[in-house]
C-alpha cells in the first residue's frame, strides 16, 4: 500500500524513472565498452538488453510527463519483452550446450514476432493510470508476452543457480540476481502489479552495478 501509495504521485514516479534511466544508460554504456575488449557474447546480449531497458525507462520518464500514444505504448510493451529475452540469451551463453543456445534463439525470435503480431492486431489503449504504467492489456498480448518472458525468466534463474554453484562468485551472483530482478520487473506489469514496477526495476540496476562494477 505504501508503494502504491508513493507511485501516484506525479513528481515520485518522475524521479524514480528518470533515476533509473540515468542508471541504466551509463551501465549500457559500459557493458558496451566490456564487449569491445573481450568480444564475449554474453557481454553483447547483457548490453544490448540494457540499452533496450534504458529506452524503456526512457519511455517511462515520458509517460511520467503524461505524453502518451498509441505507438509508444506498443514500442513500450514489446521492449518489455525484448529486454527479458536479451538478457536471458545472456545467460544462455554461459551454457556449453550449442544446441540449447541455438534452440533458445530460435525461440525468441518466434516469441517476438508473435507479440509484435497481438499488440500490431490488438488494441492496446491507454495503458497509463496516476502517471504509472498499469493498464489492463488485451487478452492475445498476455498471453504472447508471457510466454515470451516467464520462459525467458526461467532460463535465467535456472543458469543463476548452477552457475553460482559452480563458481561462487558474488559479482556473478549479483549480476545474474539483477538480470532475473530486472526480468521479473519486466513482467510485473503483465501480471498486474504495477506498483512494484518501478521499485524492481530500480533495485535490479543496482545490483547489476555491484555485480558488473
Known amino acids: 500500500m505504501v508503494a502504491a501509495t508513493y507511485l501516484t504521485s506525479q513528481s515520485a514516479v518522475l524521479a524514480t524513472t528518470i533515476i533509473v534511466f540515468a542508471l541504466s544508460t551509463a551501465l549500457a554504456f559500459l557493458l558496451t565498452r566490456k564487449y569491445a575488449k573481450n568480444r564475449s557474447r554474453a557481454y553483447l546480449f547483457w548490453s544490448l538488453g540494457l540499452w533496450v531497458f534504458a529506452i524503456g525507462m526512457l519511455l517511462e520518464v515520458v509517460f511520467a510527463l503524461n505524453v502518451y500514444s498509441q505507438f509508444l505504448a506498443d514500442a513500450y510493451l514489446l521492449l518489455v519483452v525484448v529486454l527479458v529475452e536479451l538478457l536471458a540469451l545472456g545467460s544462455m551463453e554461459l551454457v556449453k550446450t550449442k544446441q540449447l543456445r541455438q534452440a533458445f534463439i530460435v525461440f525468441v525470435v518466434l516469441a517476438t514476432l508473435y507479440t509484435a503480431y497481438t499488440l500490431i492486431t490488438g488494441n492496446v489503449g491507454n495503458i497509463i493510470v496516476d502517471y504509472v504504467v ?3 492489456l488485451p487478452l492475445p498480448v498476455v ?13 535465467l534463474v535456472v543458469v543463476a543457480l548452477k552457475s553460482f554453484v559452480k563458481t561462487k562468485s558474488m559479482k556473478l551472483l549479483s549480476i545474474v540476481a539483477g538480470v532475473i530482478v530486472v526480468s521479473i520487473a519486466g513482467t510485473l506489469y503483465i501480471v498486474q502489479y504495477p506498483a512494484f514496477l518501478y521499485i524492481a526495476e530500480f533495485i535490479g540496476i543496482l545490483m547489476l552495478w555491484f555485480g558488473f562494477i
Open 134 to 136: 498499469a493498464g489492463q
Open 143 to 155: 498471453i504472447s508476452s508471457s510466454i515470451a518472458t516467464f520462459a525467458a525468466a526461467i532460463v
